[in-house]
Nanobody, 119 residues
Framework: QVRLVESGGGSVQAGDSLRLSCAASGRSFSSYIMGWFRQAPGKEREFVAD????????VYADSVKGRFTISRDNAENTVYLQLNSLNPEDTSAYFC????????????WGQGTQVTVSS
């Protein structure tokens, strides 16, 4: 059974940093892309960043480039999202997801972790 478990969310002040973690288990993810999405109340879920498990290639949404960094630890089967220079517009539930490299559909999702940024 595939599981993606996020952690690391919290309530911070504008300008602060957080590191989110996504622990993946239940299968080999060597041919998968791991992603982070976020969804604020009343808004659509939006893509934040993704990383190829095999070669580490990354993609970022324009809104987070230069502030957020996605990385992975193959030995720990964990994907991270470092959030720097947070602002209130970053307040959202953040979700980890996984999809096969050959698939356009995100097959697996975590339960989410809340990030709240106050000004």
């Amino acid at each position: 059974q595939v599981r993606l478990v996020e952690s690391g969310g919290g309530s911070v002040q504008a300008g602060d940093s957080l590191r989110l973690s996504c622990a993946a288990s239940g299968r080999s993810f060597s041919s998968y892309i791991m992603g982070w999405f976020r969804q604020a109340p009343g808004k659509e879920r939006e893509f934040v960043a993704d990383i190829s498990w095999s070669d580490g290639n990354t993609v970022y949404a324009d809104s987070v480039k230069g502030r957020f960094t996605i990385s992975r630890d193959n030995a720990e089967n964990t994907v991270y999202l470092q959030l720097n220079s947070l602002n209130p517009e970053d307040t959202s539930a953040y979700f980890c997801a996984a999809r096969s490299v050959s698939s356009g559909k995100w097959d697996y999702w975590g339960q989410g972790t809340q990030v709240t940024v106050s000004s």
